[in-house]
Each structure stands twice: as structure tokens, then as C-alpha cells.
């Protein structure tokens, strides 16, 4: 089966087409690098994204703190993982880096702050 | 009001205006400032949470505040004065800079100016949609700082108007803060954000994107009832009898960025209608002298690792302006074809190994873009695909250039 994908790996998003054969890539164009094939085998068995929002903060400068996975989570879970860190509150100050939960869901993957919010 | 006297002025503490800093410091160039109007540095980038960033400049993909932190904690390494929550408000040719902050005025005397103030958002009025003035409009930016900033959700069903970036970020973002998305519309045949973005922000989410449509009317009294959708001819008017009504309390508009250049005009920086920003030579030399502008504010960039690595160049400039007082003059336009929308710089002298940043204006395959001068091919690059939404920059080797003659751009 031939299928048409865009790579997310990177801001060229390269428009790919591939000959799939159930789960594996039997041929693959538009790929600019080798990152493209590993995108669609991976798209092709589990669907992987990282995702960003934000954590609320008590006593910071700002009332939020923005946060990311350090590691993508099967796309299905992305849900599950937004109701999981909405439930959280951390206090300043908050160092950028810093783990705000560790292995999310079991998923293998930290929520981590990605801004520095001292306290007020 | 005591003068200050200062090197360089660099007004905005957003990306561009960071790594100039950062550069000129590096470079041994002491007495700068940086004057912001916002209570932090980091300009739009503190709320742009989601990743992407960096991939070209760190090799990482950051989130906004991530990457702008790394230039935030160099700027305080090297001690380069910032003075936030300072909004400059007036630019002479002569380069004095007049700022009112909470302590009052301050006026510097500068060597140098560096411009980077950013850009702003298109609005309701700039696309002058009909209909009544509900709340419940905002642009994607807007939305992105309450939501992101100020933790104030904007609406629970939404339609966007306009594929830019920001937009399709918005919509996964109000998607995952549980609001409903019930499609973006585009007025254009083709997406004006990136593929990748349309692929993670609208397909992941099943949100519809409809090209060749716009919102033709806007309903309700004090908060946003809804919005009329038609679809629209080649020559983006609107086809009677195409009107498809959709209920929703928020509109979200996403339709282009205008580079910000009240304080330019003010020195008498000339605009280049085609980028809205300031025509600069290779060197990122406004018209008026020593006046340079970088970033967003000169022209609208897809990533912000191009903003960083062009106000790097900038500041490399702005050393030999300052250590010499002068620069090569710059007499070589360039020019384009129809399909190349412009470029930067606008100018070049020929004795300098320098970058042209372009964008096509339609969506091509297979195409070549040729640099000429005097009838010579320079340089002939191929891309499989060019879109409007992914800058291209090509570089010229000093080796390659003639001394006079206009260059010639164009895409087949």
C-alpha cells in the first residue's frame, strides 16, 4: 500500500510517500534524511508526540509555569497525560529544568518546567 | 534629563535583540544596552510553550521560554545592561533615543542603533471582515498570551480564520485545554503555515482546514454567536450562495504579521512595501546611517533560529561601523521576478560574502532559483518543493561578485 506522510521531526516537513507493507516501510521518497523512515515506522506501530502546557504556580511572579515531556508519549495517551499535570500545583520558585513530575503515567517520560518563575 | 552616551542602543530584548547583544559583547563591544517595554526579556517567545525551537541553532528542539533563556542567562553572564518595563518612544536620525520608564525619561546618545522591536498581528480591521463587535474575537497571539500567560481560557467553541503557524498552534492548544475547534479557514489555495504544523496541530486533532474560504460575516450581540463561512473565487472574493453558518463563541484569526515600524519611521528608515520592514543593505544598515534593524521587524521569519543567526550578522556589522565609522557602500540592487515575493538585504556592495533571505510567492515543484549579474549565472540552487511559508536563504561568495551591477533573482 502506498501512503503519503508528513514528516514532524523537523521544521522542513518533508512531504513523504511510502510503500508500506503492513508494519514495515518496503520503499520510501520524499525522505529527507533518515529521520523521515523512522518517523512512518514509528507512526506505523506507535504514534509518538511530545506535548507542551502549562502547571499552575502558588506565590510566583506569574501564575503559571510553562512545562514539556522530555520524551514523546504515544499519541493516544496525550489526553490522559493533560488531565494528569491540569491536577498539579507547584510553588515558586521554579527553576527551568526542573521536574515537575517524574515518569508521568508510568509512561517513562518527566514533565519538566521550561521557564524560570521566581516568587513573588 | 541627563544624556546618557552608549555605543549601542538595541531597542526590544526579544530574540534578535538578545543575540545582537549577546554578540556585540562577545565581540568586545562594552557599552550596550538593551531597552524592553515588557517587565521580562524573551519577547514573544515566553508564550510560545510549545517545542520546535532550536533545531538548527542548538540542535535540540526547545520550547520558546527554553531557548530564549540561553540567551537570557549569557546576557546575565556578561553582565550587558537591560533596563525592562521601558518603552522607547521616540529615535532621532542624529541616533538619540528617548524612553519613558517608570523613573521618567531617559535619553541616550548612541554610536549605533540596533531595531528590533518585532512585529504585530493583523487584525479584524486589517482584513475588514462585516459584521456585528461581539467579544469573543481575538488574534492567535492574544489568545496564546491569556491562555499561556495569564491562565484565562478564551472560548469553548472556535473557529480560526487563517492557516499561519500561530493559528494552527492555538488550535491544538485550545483542543488539549478542552475547547472545540471546528475548523480553520483559509482565504488562500494554499496553507500559509508550515506542513508540519498542519500535520501535529490539525490532523492529530481531526480539525478540518478549508482552503479558498473565508469568514464573511460576524454574529452576536455581546459575545460571539457565530460566524458566516463563504468560499471564495481565484481572485479571493467571496462566491454567493457558498455561505455556510457556523456556531461558536470564540474567532481566532491568524491572518499575517505586519513588522513593527513606528520608532524606524521616526528616524527616517525607508520601508520596503513588499517585507513592511526597513530596505537594509548586506550589512543590516537601515537607509538612515547607523541605524540597523534583525528579526521580525525587518521581516517576517518562520523560526526563530534564522532571527538569531541574522542578528548575529548584524551585530558583526554593527563592530566594524563602530570600530571604522563607516561601511562599504552598498550600490548593487537586487531585483526579482514575479514568483520571488522579495529579498533581504535589498542591497549589496559586492566586496562581501553575504546571505539573501527569500521567499516564492506560490507554492512551486521542482523548481531553480538563478542569481544573475551582468548576464552571468552566480548561483543555481534546486528545490524539489518552495513554499510561501519556508524562507529560503541562499549564500553568495564575495568571489562570485562583481563590483557593479544589479543582481537579478528569479525562479523557474
Keep these: ?120 | 534629563m541627563a544624556m546618557i552616551k552608549k555605543d549601542v542602543v538595541i531597542i526590544g530584548g526579544g530574540p534578535a535583540g538578545l543575540s545582537a547583544a549577546v554578540e556585540l559583547k562577545k565581540q568586545g563591544i562594552n557599552d550596550i544596552v538593551i531597552v524592553e517595554r515588557e517587565k521580562q526579556l524573551g519577547g514573544i517567545l515566553r508564550q510560545c510553550i510549545h517545542d520546535g525551537f532550536g533545531l538548527t541553532r542548538f540542535k535540540q528542539t526547545l520550547s520558546g521560554p527554553e531557548y530564549s533563556q540561553r540567551f537570557i542567562d549569557q546576557v546575565e553572564e556578561l553582565k550587558i545592561e537591560c533596563i525592562t518595563d521601558t518603552t522607547v518612544i521616540d529615535i532621532t536620525s542624529e541616533k538619540k533615543v528617548i524612553a519613558a520608564s517608570k523613573n521618567g525619561l531617559l535619553e541616550y546618545q548612541a554610536k549605533a542603533i540596533v531595531l528590533t522591536m518585532g512585529c504585530r498581528e493583523r487584525t479584524r480591521g486589517a482584513i475588514s471582515i462585516p459584521g456585528t463587535r461581539p467579544a469573543g474575537v481575538y488574534t492567535a497571539g492574544v489568545a496564546q498570551a491569556y491562555i499561556n500567560l495569564y491562565n484565562t481560557m478564551v472560548g469553548k467553541e472556535v473557529v480560526i480564520l487563517g492557516s499561519g503557524d500561530i493559528g494552527m498552534i492555538m488550535a491544538r492548544r485550545m483542543t488539549l485545554e478542552g475547547a472545540k475547534v471546528k475548523a480553520v479557514f483559509e482565504i488562500l489555495p494554499y496553507p500559509s503555515g508550515l506542513p508540519r504544523n498542519i500535520e501535529q496541530c490539525l490532523n492529530d486533532y481531526d480539525i478540518p482546514l478549508y482552503l479558498s474560504h473565508t469568514v464573511t460575516n460576524i454574529k452576536g450581540r455581546s459575545r460571539l454567536e457565530g460566524v458566516t463561512v463563504s468560499e471564495v473565487d481565484a481572485q479571493l472574493r467571496p462566491i454567493s450562495g457558498t455561505e455556510k453558518e457556523y456556531a461558536c463563541d470564540t474567532l481566532i484569526l491568524s491572518v499575517g504579521l505586519i513588522p513593527e515600524n513606528e520608532l524606524s519611521l521616526a528616524c527616517d528608515v525607508e520601508l520596503d512595501q513588499r517585507t513592511k520592514g526597513a530596505i537594509v543593505d548586506e550589512n543590516y544598515q537601515t537607509t538612515t546611517d547607523g541605524v540597523f534593524a534583525a528579526g521580525n521587524v525587518l521581516h517576517v521569519h518562520d523560526l526563530v533560529d534564522f532571527v538569531s543567526l541574522e542578528a548575529e550578522a548584524l551585530a558583526r556589522s554593527v563592530i566594524s561601523y563602530i570600530k571604522t565609522g563607516k561601511l562599504d557602500k552598498c550600490d548593487i540592487a537586487i531585483t526579482t521576478d514575479a514568483n520571488i515575493s522579495h529579498t533581504i538585504p535589498q542591497k549589496i556592495s559586492g566586496f562581501k560574502d553575504c546571505k539573501l533571505s527569500l521567499r516564492v510567492r506560490k507554492p512551486m515543484k521542482n523548481c531553480e532559483i538563478n542569481i544573475m549579474q551582468n548576464g552571468k549565472m552566480l548561483k543555481q540552487v534546486k528545490f524539489k518543493k518552495a513554499i510561501p511559508a519556508e524562507m529560503i536563504q541562499i549564500k553568495l561568495d564575495k568571489a562570485e561578485l562583481q563590483a557593479v551591477g544589479e543582481l537579478k533573482v528569479v525562479v523557474r
Design chain 1, 1 to 120: 500500500m502506498r501512503k503519503e506522510y508528513t514528516c514532524i521531526i523537523c521544521p522542513n516537513g518533508c512531504g513523504m510517500e511510502a510503500e508500506i507493507e503492513g508494519v514495515r516501510v518496503i520503499d520510501i521518497a520524499g525522505a529527507g534524511c533518515p529521520k523521515g523512515q523512522e518517523y512512518v515506522e514509528q507512526e506505523l506501530t506507535d504514534p509518538q508526540r511530545n506535548i507542551a502546557t502549562s502547571v499552575l504556580v502558588e506565590n510566583g511572579i506569574l501564575p503559571l509555569v510553562s512545562v514539556r515531556l522530555t520524551k514523546p508519549v504515544p499519541k493516544a495517551r496525550i489526553f490522559d497525560v493533560i488531565q494528569a499535570v491540569k491536577q498539579i500545583k507547584v510553588v515558586a520558585p521554579v527553576k527551568i529544568e526542573q521536574v515537575v513530575i517524574e515518569n508521568i503515567l508510568g509512561l517513562g517520560s518527566d514533565v519538566i518546567a521550561t521557564k524560570n518563575v521566581s516568587a513573588k
